[in-house]
């Protein structure tokens, strides 16, 4: 018994969709949830609805859907509920949200509101910054409908031709023209608006409001904003690729030509031009999408991210030191003592950038190995990497040129970290590299000494701000020794050697999920209590869903905490009746993947790049690590793990039918909301006694040559959370 996949996973995008309709979330916040929800429908589209349409035409072939269902009738009902829910965002936005903005001051206006001065204002503006870089485009038999770009805004119009020019033949009476929305330009203008704080007018309808300026001599019947979206799968064999680098560079600049697979139009446009345009993009005038308001509601994030009213937001977050490293003089120096473990965002993702920048200058570090899925825009990564090859080390990027949307991206790290003297390899033919790996190696008298960062999440500092995720530093010999053979198969040729502590896939983390449900099966059956506690952003894999099946029939107690789509069916009586599913969405992406084996009371703990799903199993290079250290092993199944299913704030859980529904708040007790825990919790980490920074600076006072190390900014840090406290702070 099998829920839908694509089903599944719209069923998450609603719960993100109920955030946005959520009265005791800040205004602000629920604008940006609804424009989350709106950017992931889109890229659900992208991927997901093109593979159906691919697969129903024939074009490709796949997995069967474990829910016994032929890809028409899924591509059918997938489209039905998509829609409903596309219009469920819009009317959030536009009946919702905007009018309660509207109230609190923050406008977004439409061109019927503007008074004179203001109208002449966008006049102005208009001639100034939006007509110089416009082009009307015909669409008649000597002009072809134009090849629109993946999710561009435009706006098709109707014209009534009132002349003609004897110098061109023009068509006579009714015709239809394009105007492409300039994507350079902001799509919400800010002016000014009598009792507002902050008043925008969207591009588009700009543009509208002078589409007659385009075409003189004529007149404007209708102007209707529409967008197409576009599949985003790149055709290619890699086998056949003599140079993967300028091979995906060419498929990328095919993408915005491919087939269309969604058209959406604002609510109000006319029969005729919307069949026209569903016509011209091949689509089924059925599907296309009438929507109240705006479209392309992505975009309602720079409102969100440009609007500083504080009551109306979340308050700040600021991820705090990690308790372990914040007066450490040497990284390198603590993780030969213990390891360490990040939880971020509550933990500054800024220990990860201080070990590789700290191993970028240490002398003594000749080499260092890294992968890199998703970075980001500036990336102080990728400066440390190339600063250290300038600085004579070693160092190997494995980039992942096939990181879906972030192809080019990875296109330009790729380039600069080779202009720095960095060797940078691209992942294995026909696999993706998507472990997260950094591996220092260092000169402790005449040894080489070994250092790893090892995650579940990306290396990239802006959504290591934004995302939960979990990341380990060691030492470990055979952990750090795992990383090395893993490292020499990605760079060169060969097998995977045994390895001690890694379990990496597609080479064994398969196997390895399923000898571990076997065992606790075994436990169970002979009354040693078995157990599972599995935390992942997916579970789509029908082999490892029948595994979880068997073992809750020996009897096996499992708890799931799984963000997104989740095929398994929890609670079905005879099949899957001690198996609990929740799933948390907050302001935080839930992203980290930590599964727990209860072993019969000698639990083992492991952390993962990798959801339970066939692509991670099957076609990437994941890795799977343990937890070694008791006191971390500990600290993530009684803390991290045991707050997140305790959460009745911002939790669903799933029921035998498949529906989700809220996680009901116990009579006479507080919500417990696990990610506002972990912030209080780490702030609280983070503040150590006064007497404690004292002694701190009064030894580096001490050592003045050793004053310059990460301590610092950890001081200042403890000044700050002093000063906003009301207290004097540590005095220097």
């Not at 602000?28 to 691919?54: G, H, P, T």
């Not at 950094?438 to 995650?455: E, F, M, P, S, T």
Request: hydrophobic content about 40%.
């Amino acid at each position: 018994m099998f829920t839908n996949r694509e089903l599944s996973w719209l069923e998450f995008n609603a719960r993100v969709v109920a955030m946005g309709e959520r009265p005791s979330v800040p205004l602000l916040e629920r604008l940006k949830f609804c424009a989350i929800a709106a950017s992931n429908l889109d890229e659900f589209y992208m991927v997901r609805v093109a593979n159906l349409r691919a697969q129903v035409a024939g074009k490709t072939s796949s997995e069967p859907s474990p829910d016994g269902r032929r890809p028409a009738d899924i591509l059918e009902e997938v489209l039905v509920r998509a829609g409903e829910m596309s219009l469920e965002i819009a009317r959030t936005v536009s009946e919702q949200v905007l009018p309660e903005l509207s109230e609190k001051g923050i406008r977004v206006l439409d061109t019927k509101e503007l008074s004179p001065e203001l109208a002449a204002q966008v006049t102005a503006y208009y001639r100034r910054e939006v007509h110089p870089v416009l082009t009307p485009i015909a669409v008649d038999p000597s002009h072809p409908f134009p090849q629109l770009r993946n999710k561009s805004l435009n706006i098709a119009l109707r014209i009534e031709a009132k002349t003609r020019m004897k110098q061109i033949e023009q068509p006579a009476g009714m015709l239809l023209a394009v105007v492409q929305v300039p994507s350079v330009l902001p799509r919400f203008v800010p002016f000014p608006f009598e009792g507002a704080l902050k008043a925008y007018l969207p591009l588009e309808r700009i543009v509208a409001m002078h589409a007659q300026e385009l075409f003189p001599g004529h007149r404007i019947i209708e102007a209707c904003p529409f967008r197409v979206t576009r599949s985003s799968d790149l055709e290619f064999v890699e086998e056949d690729a003599e140079n993967l680098l300028t091979t995906i560079q060419d498929e990328l600049r095919r993408r915005d030509r491919q087939a269309a697979v969604r058209l959406e139009l604002v609510e109000g446009c006319s029969e005729d031009l919307a069949s026209s345009l569903s016509e011209m993009l091949e689509l089924d005038i059925a599907h296309a999408q009438r929507q109240v308001g705006l479209i392309a509601l992505g975009d309602l994030m720079a409102i969100y991210l440009a609007t500083d009213v504080g009551e109306l937001k979340d308050e700040a977050w600021t991820p705090q030191p990690s308790p372990s490293l914040r007066f450490q003089r040497s990284i390198f120096t603590k993780l030969d003592e213990s390891d360490v473990l990040l939880h971020h965002p509550y933990e500054s993702f800024g220990h990860v950038l201080e070990f590789l920048e700290t191993a970028a200058s240490d002398p003594d570090v000749v080499a260092i190995k890294m992968t890199l899925y998703r970075t980001s825009g500036d990336s102080p990564i990728v400066r440390a990497l190339a600063r250290a090859a300038e600085r004579g080390k070693q160092v190997t990027a494995v980039v992942e040129l096939k990181a879906r949307f972030d192809e080019a991206a990875n296109i330009q790290w790729a380039r600069a970290l080779d202009e720095g003297g960095v060797h940078v390899v691209y992942g294995l033919i026909g696999l993706k590299v998507h472990g997260k790996m950094a591996l220092v190696i260092r000169r402790q008298g005449d040894q080489l000494k070994r250092y790893l960062h090892i995650a579940t999440g990306n290396y990239n500092p802006n959504t290591a701000r934004l995302y939960t995720d979990i990341g380990l530093l060691t030492a470990r010999d055979d952990v750090t020794g795992d990383a090395m053979f893993l490292f020499n198969v990605l760079t060169g040729y060969g097998e995977l050697p045994p390895l001690q502590r890694l379990i990496v896939s597609p080479f064994r983390l398969r196997q390895h999920v399923v000898e571990m449900i076997a065992r606790e099966m075994e436990h169970a059956r002979a009354g040693r209590g078995g157990r599972i506690i599995a935390k992942m952003n997916a579970l789509v894999d029908p082999g490892i869903v029948r595994a979880l099946y068997r073992a809750s029939q020996a009897g096996v107690e499992i708890d799931l905490l799984v963000r997104g789509a989740c095929v398994l069916r929890p609670g079905v009586p005879g099949l899957s009746d001690t198996i609990r599913v929740r799933a948390i969405v907050d302001r935080f992406l839930e992203h980290a993947r930590v599964f727990v084996w209860g072993n019969g009371g000698h639990e083992e703990v492991y952390l993962s790049s990798a959801d339970w799903m066939p692509r991670n199993l099957n076609r990437r290079i994941e890795v799977s690590f343990p937890i070694l250290d008791p006191s971390l092993k500990k600290r993530i199944k009684d803390e991290i793990l045991a707050i997140e299913m305790s959460d009745t704030a911002s939790s669903w859980t799933i029921g035998p039918d498949g529906s989700y529904q809220p996680v009901p708040i116990p009579d006479g007790q507080p919500a417990i909301r696990a990610q506002h825990t972990f912030m209080s919790m780490a702030r609280e980490r983070s503040a150590p006694p006064r007497a404690a920074v004292r002694r701190e600076l009064a030894a580096r006072s001490a050592t003045p040559s050793q004053s310059s190390g990460p301590v610092l900014p950890a001081v200042r840090a403890v000044e700050a959370q002093a000063r906003r406290r009301g207290e004097p702070g540590p005095r220097r």
